[in-house]
């Protein structure tokens, strides 16, 4: 008897940066069964998969999947790395994508002719609660989060997000920055920073208010009307 495991070949995934958020790529992809590749000259955690120090070991292998996690300023080199020497591969790319405007708008060029298939991994608009309180909803006038120890600058991808999930909102635009705490704070990720405070949005005749402040607990809570 043939058994069709040993016909069809196991989806093979490589995990660009695995850090605090690659670990969990790695992990949930190892769980899942597929084949794995971790590329980081730091990490070597896990020992169910292939570990390479640099991206150019990658070139020796076959990849169906890649997930980039590596810190924000590499992204765009991982890209330009992948559109030269892999095709009709699919890519998970971390938030925040891009350090520079003009890598953005270089990104959207190399979409035009690419082969390969991107994703950015903005997981609540997938969730199920969200999804029934959109349901339940209806209309939404006000959103507004608060709490503690979680970051401006990254969270509020999160949260455009969210509210994008509940709206059509294209663009936003800051009504108050006075608010904010004039000051710069360590980030968790190396060589970036983060800003605390209060601040203003308004969008498509919605009230957004984010708010956080610096403190040893994390908490956060969300109120959307």
């Not at 635009?173 to 800003?195: D, G, M, P, Q």
């Amino acid at each position: 008897m043939i058994n069709k495991k040993n016909i069809i070949d196991k989806i093979k995934v490589c995990i660009l940066g695995v850090g605090g958020i690659g670990r969990h790529h790695l992990r949930s992809s190892i769980e899942k069964g597929f084949d794995c590749i971790g590329v980081d000259p730091f990490s070597n955690i896990e020992p169910n998969c292939i570990w390479l120090k640099s991206i150019e070991g990658v070139l020796d292998h076959k990849v169906d999947f890649f997930v980039l996690s590596t810190s924000a300023s590499l992204h765009f080199e991982c890209i330009k790395f992948i559109e030269v020497n892999f095709f009709g591969v699919k890519i998970i790319v971390e938030k925040p994508l891009f350090t520079t405007r003009q890598q953005y708008c270089d990104f959207e060029e190399i979409l035009k002719t690419s082969s390969n298939e991107y994703f950015i991994n903005l997981p609540f608009s997938h969730n199920e609660i969200l999804s029934q309180t959109k349901f339940k909803l209806g209309r939404v006038l006000t959103y507004s989060s608060k709490g503690t120890n979680w970051g401006l600058t990254c969270n509020l991808l999160h949260d455009i997000s969210i509210l994008s999930h509940f709206t059509e909102i294209k663009n936003i635009e800051i009504t108050n920055i006075k608010t904010l705490v004039k000051a710069e704070f360590e980030s968790k990720r190396k060589n970036y920073f983060e800003i605390y405070g209060q601040l203003s949005f308004r969008a498509k005749n919605i009230d957004i208010s984010l708010e956080s402040y610096e403190a040893k607990q994390t908490l956060k809570t969300t109120e959307i009307t």
